[in-house]
């Protein structure tokens, strides 16, 4: 099984923690999935395969947001700072200013 996900020994950790890294990973490889089909995106010109690219990367969208999903229900100070942040209007650097009280208490 590898390790590289861990920065301590998994043996050491509870199931939690494992399951918790295992979600970090997982929403790390949808992002990077993400990425690579918006540069496939960019430089696609046959329209039928674009359309291909475009319905798989939709897919990597949701995947994305049932890890944030998961990894916010169990970490109520995360879950604290989407919801000062995220679906917002206005400078984000701002909300992210002011979203530091919540998080930090």
Avoid: N
Avoid at 21 to 46: H, N, P
């Amino acid at each position: 099984m590898p390790t590289d996900q861990y920065h301590e020994p998994p043996e050491e950790l509870g199931a939690d923690a494992r399951t918790f890294a295992r979600l970090i990973a997982s929403l790390q490889e949808e992002a990077e999935a993400i990425g690579w089909y918006e540069q496939r995106l960019a430089v696609e010109t046959d329209a039928q395969a674009r359309r291909i690219m475009e319905h798989a990367q939709r897919e990597e969208f949701l995947h994305f947001s049932m890890d944030l999903e998961f990894l916010a229900r169990r970490k109520e100070k995360w879950r604290l700072a989407l919801q000062k942040i995220l679906f917002k209007d206005g400078d984000i650097v701002e909300l992210a200013e002011r979203a530091e009280d919540a998080v930090e208490d």
